[in-house]
């Protein structure tokens, strides 16, 4: 499978992909980093005079609840009913789920558009599920085999790949789940990186009409391998960045394809 997910890479690169995000204000310019060393084209639009077209011209959409308003809303769902409509696949990361009851009410609504492919992390992945979860703003205080029913669950009602991220990368389909267990704990210390892993998943769903799941694990080895190698160059977060960056856009087949740590997991299945 190794060798699939490096030809996902690979297609990424080939064939750029614009990626249109309505995101939050803190990981923009973040994602949009991150996108281009894949190799893939970022976009940040939320007009509603433009998202139509501009959901017309991209190969994927991200939704990202980080800094709500209401403004912001109206073009999240305006913008998937066209993803929607033209059958382009679209990621919804909960961002702080569970916080509050506005952003809980905003993500119950944005649910029943069916997202292609769920991206947070334990906390966020148990609150959206409506199970008992703690929330530390945008930090998860769950682990990630806690979250699995939840993931399951959020499955099995929207048909969606589910992925919660964190020491352990657990990716939910129907037929199972697959784990990644690459990364590195530095990687906490940067804003921002769930937001751009699932900026990356957008760009990877955008190369395909139906493997999302692969897509997102492909997605996931690559952001973990990348700040893998990255924490092994940095003596802290601030060099981190810049060397996560530049291992996004030079990393090779053989880089990649040694370090994976990809398993089936059997748990609850």
Same mark, same amino acid.
């Given at each position: 499978m190794e060798q699939q997910l490096w030809n996902s890479v690979l297609a990424v690169r080939e064939?750029?992909?614009?990626?249109?995000?309505?995101?939050?204000?803190?990981?923009?310019?973040?994602?949009?980093n991150a996108l281009l060393a894949v190799g893939a084209s970022p976009v940040m639009a939320h007009a509603y005079s433009e998202v139509h077209d501009m959901v017309a011209? $991209?190969?994927? *959409? &991200?939704?990202?609840?980080g800094?709500?308003?209401?403004?912001?809303?109206?073009?999240?769902?305006?913008?998937?009913?066209?993803?929607?409509?033209?059958g382009k696949p679209w990621l919804l990361d909960p961002v702080g789920a569970g916080a509050t009851p506005y952003r809980n009410k905003v993500l119950q609504e944005l649910l029943e558009y069916q997202p292609t492919v769920i991206r947070g992390n334990a906390s966020?992945?148990?609150?959206?599920?409506?199970?008992?979860?703690?929330?530390?703003g945008v930090d998860s205080t769950n682990h990630t085999d806690e979250a699995l029913d939840a993931a399951i669950q959020l499955n099995q009602a929207?048909?969606?790949?589910?992925?919660?991220?964190? $020491?352990?990368? *657990? &990716?939910?389909?129907?037929?199972?789940?697959?784990?990644?267990?690459?990364?590195?704990?530095?990687?906490?210390?940067?804003?921002?990186?769930?937001?751009?892993?699932?900026?990356?998943?957008?760009?990877?769903c955008a190369t395909t009409t139906t493997h999302y799941f692969e897509a997102t694990v492909a997605a996931m080895a690559l952001m973990g391998i990348a700040g893998e190698i990255a924490a092994e160059k940095s003596p802290g977060p601030g060099s981190l960045q810049l060397h996560f960056l530049d291992t996004l856009y030079q990393i090779n087949k053989d880089e990649f394809v040694q370090r994976v740590k990809l398993e089936e997991y059997n748990g609850g299945f």
């Open positions: 064939k750029s992909p614009l990626v249109h995000s309505i995101t939050n204000y803190v990981v923009m310019n973040n994602t949009a011209i $991209a190969g994927a *959409l &991200i939704i990202n609840i800094t709500l308003d209401e403004y912001w809303v109206e073009s999240m769902k305006l913008a998937i009913s066209q993803a929607n409509t033209l966020e992945i148990m609150a959206l599920a409506s199970m008992s979860a703690g929330t530390k929207h048909g969606s790949v589910v992925c919660v991220s964190g $020491a352990t990368d *657990l &990716i939910v389909q129907e037929k199972g789940c697959l784990t990644l267990t690459n990364g590195d704990k530095l990687m906490t210390r940067v804003t921002g990186m769930g937001c751009t892993a699932s900026a990356l998943i957008g760009a990877f």
